[in-house]
């Protein structure tokens, strides 16, 4: 059965006609829809203290008969809630990664030159990502791709190509937070400059739900 998906997501917009399906990004949620099965990827992060109110918009806000959420089981206690209290049926299914995720013992030491090829450095401003990538082009072999959310959809789909393309030069990339979400990449081990990042108003920690959706890219299947 092939399927014909329509795309959209704050910065474009694709119908393909006669298409039954549509792929968005949450906050393009379509809560004014009438449709069979929603799914909600990445649930865990309705746990975000600034972003979360996407996935709980969709979650409660969907008009369907049927949803199914993915994601980290850290945030199951939260949906058990929220389907206990709006009197929804809830089944679980639990399932192991593939690859395991493992936290290294230790870390880069401050010295970019310990970068290796596949490595994806994740850095939450765009002066600092462009500072991480002068340095490790500077200090070292490696030629970096860049990804971060100001990107156009084009251009950040065709950063993702080349580092995904084994035959080409590019074998890091440096990235914001952006990379967590909607692109499928070849990454064997993620590299956070930093745990922190300006909100608006001052710097604070970055919430564990988008460490864990974003380390969770390295090494996944099929990469």
Known sequence: MLWEFSLHTEQEKKNVPFSNHVACTVEMALTDHLCDVAIIYEIQMMADPYGGYAWTRALLGLKVDEIHVCGDPSVLNMVRKICSDTGDELHECHYDRFKPLVVKAKTLLGDLRNVRSSDCVVA????????????????????????????????????????????????????????????????????????????????????????????????????
């Open 124 to 223: 939450f401003s765009l002066r600092e990502i462009c500072e991480v990538k002068l340095a490790i082009e500077k200090h070292s072999n490696h030629c970096c791709c860049a990804i971060y959310g100001a990107l156009p959809p084009e251009t950040r789909r065709q950063q993702a190509n080349l580092f995904n393309d084994q035959d080409n030069e590019n074998d890091v990339l440096v990235a914001s937070d952006a990379v967590g979400m909607g692109l499928n990449l070849n990454i064997r081990r993620a590299v956070f400059s930093t745990l922190s990042k300006y909100n608006g108003d001052k710097m604070v920690p970055v919430p564990t739900s988008q460490v864990k959706q974003i380390a969770g890219r390295a090494g996944r299947r099929g990469s």
